[in-house]
């Protein structure tokens, strides 16, 4: 794929983060994508549903299944701003999802190819393929921004 | 714990994979216990929900949250009839679970101490305690019945 669609793509679910920090929800946006359309789109709501497992991720790969109809996403691709986490880089393989592109990756929960190597691992029935970096510097820019106002905000008070 | 205690909630999974088996889907169980009460309970509904995400541990979880109102499962045990996956064991840290406990390993798709040794990483923010073997035989035994019956269902079409 040409990194202009890739960029085409996460800019998509860079929508979705701004969503995210605009409800004080740390701001990490995917989307899946099947045939050129967005079957599947989420934003971090761990805070607002004080749910674990609301995860962009989980909640785009949620939707995608329903509206496939069908728990295999074959031929699908998820884009999303930062490096998946365990459980959502496990989600993308159980998904049978075809590859994942992300933007920044994740020092302190990353599983891709921060603090582990969940896709590297051939003994898995499914191989996802995974490009990071993609409009790399929007997404940890969010992050970082996001951070910067909770920090003013805690001197303010 | 003491192993009739770890017993006693296994018995409890294995009741919530007899209920998948009733429903053709591979049979596999989790509750989440807090305070010595069940409070989440799961059975795989991968293919009636045709979802990828709608593992055992994960609806387990996700009720459990729901109970507490909060998505930090402190002081919380999931006991599961099967070794977790990579996106379940993952659910694990990210819920702070306490500690979790398994029936069989699972050498096709287990994260925990067969394929990867997710909870081992030290570099998380939160390390879940693990137990597998809890009632071994039982959790491998409705597994492999299951199993059977799809095998001889086949041979006679």
């Known amino acids: 794929m040409s990194d202009l669609k890739a960029e085409y793509w996460m800019q ?17 946006g995917a989307i899946v994508v099947y045939r050129d359309q ?7 709501q761990r805070e607002v549903q004080q749910n674990s497992l ?6 785009a790969l949620n939707e995608a299944c329903h509206r496939l109809g069908q728990w295999r996403l074959i031929d699908c691709d998820l884009y999303v701003t930062i490096e998946p ?6 989600a993308l393989i159980n998904s049978r999802i075809r590859q994942v592109y992300f933007g920044a990756s994740d020092p302190k929960a990353g599983a891709v ?9 051939f003994q898995f029935n499914h191989r996802v ?4 970096g993609i409009l790399k510097n929007q997404c940890q820019q969010i992050i970082q921004n996001f951070f910067q106002i909770i920090r003013s905000k805690r001197k303010i008070k």
Do not use: W
């Not at 609301?54 to 909640?59: F, G, P, T, V």
């Not at 393929?129 to 990071?132: A, F, S, T, V």
């Open 12 to 28: 998509k679910a860079l929508e979705q983060a701004q969503i995210a920090a605009s409800k004080d929800e740390v701001p990490i």
């Open 38 to 44: 967005i079957i599947g789109c989420g934003y971090n």
């Open 54 to 59: 609301s995860h962009a991720e989980l909640i």
């Open 85 to 90: 986490c365990p459980m959502c880089a496990g």
């Open 113 to 121: 190819v921060s603090l582990e190597h969940l896709l590297d691992n």
């Open 129 to 132: 393929l995974y490009q990071g």
